[in-house]
C-alpha cells in the first residue's frame, strides 16, 4: 500500500488482510496473542496485550520478519507495542458477546408491549 494518505478505511481492512495472512505463520503461542498493527516500508508494528507477550514477541523477532517476508511483504525490523485493550481484529466475528438475559428479554417485550397499545390518533 505505496498511499499512505490514502482512505483510511481502505488501510484499515488492507492490515487486517496482512494480519489475517500472516497469523497461520506464526509461532502458535504468538498467533493469538499479538496483531499486525502497522507496515510502515520494512517496518512492522505489532500490537501485544501485556509485558510479557511483548518480550516474548520480541524474542521472536526473526520468524515475525520471516514469516511476513512469506506472504510477500518486505520487511527488515520490528517494533512491538503494549496495548490496554486485546489486539483483536475488529473485522473477526468469531467472539460472542454474553448472551442476553431473562431480565433483558422481559424488559424489551415489555417495551414493545407498551408502543403497540399507543394507538396513533388519526385525525
Known amino acids: 500500500m505505496a498511499d499512505k494518505a490514502g482512505n483510511p478505511l481502505r488501510r484499515a481492512l488492507w492490515l487486517d488482510a496482512m494480519d489475517r495472512q500472516l497469523r497461520p505463520h506464526l509461532p ?3 498467533a493469538n496473542r ?3 498493527a502497522n507496515v510502515d516500508g520494512e517496518h512492522l508494528v505489532f500490537l501485544v496485550e501485556s509485558p510479557v507477550w511483548h518480550a516474548k514477541v520480541r524474542l521472536a523477532e526473526s520468524q515475525l520478519i520471516d514469516a511476513a517476508r512469506s506472504i510477500g511483504l518486505k520487511a527488515t ?4 507495542k503494549t496495548a490496554t485493550a486485546p489486539p483483536h ?3 473477526r466475528n468469531d467472539q460472542r458477546s454474553s448472551a442476553v438475559s431473562d431480565v ?3 424488559g ?3 417495551a414493545l408491549a407498551a408502543l403497540e397499545d399507543v394507538k ?3 385525525s
Open 120 to 122: 396513533p390518533s388519526r
Open 28 to 30: 502458535p503461542a504468538l
Open 108 to 110: 424489551l417485550r415489555d
Open 77 to 80: 525490523r520490528v517494533t512491538v
Open 89 to 91: 481484529s475488529p473485522v
Open 104 to 106: 433483558t428479554h422481559k
Open 34 to 36: 499479538c496483531r499486525l
